[in-house]
């Protein structure tokens, strides 16, 4: 009998070794691209899901009629609270994190599948993420996506603004917000939350918009 026991217990330990190889494998891809949260967030939200997952897999086999579920269902929902403190607001404009956050989310996801002994699925779940993770990053028609910029700029004259528009316009950036300051010495301060296209390279943009000879500075 505790020759069986023992060898349940190894198979629980080997389970949660797995989730943290797992887990630090992702976490390795993350700390990479200079992410927040990195090899140990990683490591510890597979190896905690694991955990979690066995004790509500087995934890209760002496109550009769026990949900396993329960105690798992809330990690789904807990990762949550986590991956929001990994997302970033900058500007009221501009949103980085949610790749990272939702990375977590499948991390414990991982973590979950491999307590409860399922090591093909997690393994496999845990390649698969990093794959994708590499291919948003590394593969220009996935990797390039619309981004959200703020700038401020100085016009000669306020009939100036129109034809700010109306580069914008040509260069396909949409304008979020605009907010218009005249002052007194006749010239105009813009201030605007850009939404910048896929493919737009920020610093060429600023080039061919600072050189118009109505511009008088420009920051971004």
């Not at 291919?135 to 016009?155: D, R, T």
Request: net charge positive; hydrophobic share 50%; proline share 1%.
């Amino acid at each position: 009998m505790l020759k069986v026991i023992t060898s349940w217990q190894w198979e629980l330990l080997l389970r949660l070794v797995v989730a943290c190889i797992m887990g630090l494998a992702i976490g390795l891809e993350r700390r990479n691209r200079n992410k927040l949260a990195g090899v140990k967030t990683h490591t510890i939200v597979a190896f905690g899901a694991a955990l979690i997952m066995m004790v509500s897999k087995y934890g209760f086999a002496d109550i009769p009629n026990y949900d396993a579920s329960r105690i798992a269902a809330q990690i789904v929902s807990g990762i949550g609270f986590l991956g929001t403190g990994i997302i970033i607001v900058r500007n009221n404009s501009s949103v980085s994190g949610l790749t990272t956050a939702a990375g977590l989310w499948v991390t414990a996801g991982v973590g979950m599948s491999i307590g409860a002994g399922q090591y093909f699925l997690s393994i496999s779940s845990a390649l698969l993420l990093i794959c994708v993770q590499v291919a948003m990053h590394k593969v220009g028609f996935l990797a390039n996506e619309p981004y959200a910029c703020k700038m401020k700029i100085s016009l000669s004259s306020m009939d100036k603004v129109d034809v700010v528009k109306q580069f914008l316009l040509e260069e396909k950036i949409s304008i979020m917000v605009i907010k218009l300051n005249k002052l007194s010495d006749g010239t105009v301060k813009l201030e605007m939350d850009l939404l910048l296209p896929a493919k737009c390279d920020k610093l060429a943009f600023l080039e061919r918009l600072g050189s118009k000879e109505y511009i008088i500075s420009i920051s971004a």
